[in-house]
């Protein structure tokens, strides 16, 4: 058994700031990569920034230069540090986790249930 657990979403102000934080717990052998999507109201999902486990970080042109993703590999935690924050970055952000239980599994995807970060007025 592999959770998630999200946190950090909320309102906020236009040009404001937020950061999302996901842990890990469970049955853990080794994280690959971590990343973090977003799902706007009648739009699909879509990838915001990623991270392997070298840290080498990959980000959606839409959040380049705003957002930045990092890793604490001993926490097994995630985190998406959100400046400048627009209106259009109102979604639902889930955290994605791709992870191994044990030596021998293969790796799977896990997903957060999801946190809303909405940019208002």
């Known amino acids: 058994q592999v959770q998630l657990v999200e946190s950090g979403g909320g309102l906020v102000q236009p040009g404001g700031s937020l950061r999302l934080s996901c842990a890990a717990s469970?049955?853990?052998?080794?994280?690959?990569?971590m990343g973090w999507y977003r799902q706007a109201p009648g739009k699909q999902r879509e990838l915001v920034a990623s991270i392997t486990s070298g840290g080498r970080t990959n980000y959606a042109d839409s959040v380049k230069g705003r957002f930045t993703i990092s890793r604490d590999n001993a926490k097994n935690t995630v985190y998406l540090q959100m400046s400048s924050l627009k209106p259009e970055d109102t979604a639902v952000y889930y955290c994605n986790v791709g992870l191994a239980s044990s030596p021998n599994s293969n790796g799977m995807d896990y997903w957060g249930k999801g946190t809303l970060v909405t940019v208002s007025p």
């Open positions: 469970g049955s853990i052998f080794t994280i690959y990569a």
